[in-house]
């Protein structure tokens, strides 16, 4: 159940919920402590950087100590180019396992890189098991690290770190995460899932604005990354190195995102942490797969591998359905919706992360049965082709 006692306060200014996995539903107060500007050079800012660091160093758990903070400027992907172009030496051969849009992409990283790479491509969402990681290993000595995607957001489903990270691990390989949309929600512990770095950034789980990201990575592996990079600016080990020195960013930094996002770190522990937002996010995850089941939606994963982040529903099969209409009258009912990304059969997903509450999934629900009704649709089951593709992943 859900730590929140009262229900989170609908979005001020009449602002419509945004049910995608970032940019999010972020707090009045978060917004509200934007309102002031920085000087990036000044002691008031590199004490906030400074605690901003300490606070996602702390939702490592036991073994933080070995780990260190580096913010880094720009979106998402450019905390993930920047993790893989200054973790991995120029000579590495990286495995990327990829099962969607995000392992796609840090693969095509890689490639932009320079980096010698080979992609384990399991399709839509098929997730990469620990086996087929072995076997890949124990055949290419070459291969010094792998990449795994946490929760694969073009589809949602939450991928099996625990025993990729054994596979890794038990062929004497390093691993590197995409744990974008992930961290901060789902437990992620040195000490239970060995890794040498993670990334995540500001827009996702934390509840802040976009602006930048941030690695989390073993000092042992900072401080072998000097000269790794071949990009200044995405220079992991020289941001680091800077900031140790300084107590500054190298750059212009993001300061009102900074802001926004110490505001709701903050909130982040007042509501209990990784385990206190996960918690809730699972409730509007269960809320809304159960409403939209009871309409007739299918989901295209089974439950267990379901993420408290994003689901992914098929299409109906109705010919009065259309994803277009469907949003427009979603977003005429203050919901934006997202897309599908799957290549077989047409979906959308619907996020579950921001400040939302169950409350707020049961309207979500009441407006996809009225959008449907409007639209004419009288069966939401999807094709039945899309059966028989979910049917590949076993439960
Ligand atoms: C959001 C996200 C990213 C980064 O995307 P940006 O649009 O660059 O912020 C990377 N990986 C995953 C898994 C994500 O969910």
Not at 85 to 90: E, K, V, W
Not at 112 to 121: E, N, P, S
Request: charged share 25%.
């Amino acid at each position: 159940m859900t730590s929140q006692k009262t229900p989170i306060a609908p979005p001020k200014l009449g602002e419509p919920y945004l049910l995608t996995p970032g940019p999010l539903t972020t707090a009045y107060e978060t917004k509200e402590a934007m309102l002031r500007d920085w000087g990036s050079w000044d002691g008031d800012f590199r004490a906030m950087t400074a605690e901003m660091r300490t606070r996602l160093l702390d939702m490592l758990g036991p073994g933080k100590e070995e780990f260190d903070c580096v913010p880094m400027q720009g979106s998402g992907t450019f905390a993930v180019e920047a993790m893989l172009g200054s973790l991995t030496a120029r000579d590495s051969k990286i495995l990327v396992l990829a099962n969607g849009a995000y392992g796609q992409r840090s693969a095509k990283t890689l490639a932009y890189l320079g980096r010698d790479h080979v992609v384990l491509d399991k399709g839509d969402y098929l997730p990469p098991r620990g086996d087929e990681v072995a076997q890949i290993l124990a055949d290419d000595p070459a291969i010094t690290h792998v990449v795994a995607i946490h929760c694969e957001t073009s589809s949602g489903i939450l991928n099996p770190v625990g025993e990729i990270s054994d596979a890794v691990y038990a062929a004497g390989r390093k691993l590197l995460i995409d744990s974008m949309s992930a961290f901060g929600a789902i437990e992620l512990r040195p000490s239970e899932v060995r890794f040498e770095a993670l990334v995540s950034s500001a827009n996702k789980c934390i509840e802040g604005v976009p602006g930048f990201g941030f690695v989390l990575a073993r000092k042992s592996e900072l401080e072998a990354a000097k000269g790794n990079c071949q990009s200044l600016s995405l220079d992991v080990h020289d941001q680091w190195a800077h900031m140790e020195k300084t107590g500054q960013w190298r750059f212009t930094p993001p300061t009102h995102a900074v802001a926004a996002f110490l505001t709701a770190l903050r909130a982040h522990e007042a509501e209990g942490g990784v385990a206190g937002r996960g918690g809730r996010y699972t409730a509007n995850r269960d809320t809304l797969v159960a409403g939209m089941r009871d309409i007739g939606l299918e989901t295209l994963l089974q439950d267990r591998w379901l993420s408290p982040i994003i689901v992914t529903f098929f299409c109906p099969d109705d010919p009065k359905f259309s994803f277009d209409r469907f949003y427009d009258l979603m977003k005429a009912k203050n919901f934006i919706i997202y897309p599908g990304k799957l290549t077989i059969v047409d979906s959308f997903r619907v996020g579950c992360i921001g400040q939302m509450d169950e409350h707020v999934m049961r309207q979500v629900v009441e407006a996809t049965r009225e959008t449907l009704n409007e639209m004419g649709v009288t069966n939401a089951a999807p094709p039945e082709i899309a059966i028989k593709e979910r049917a590949k992943l076993a439960a």
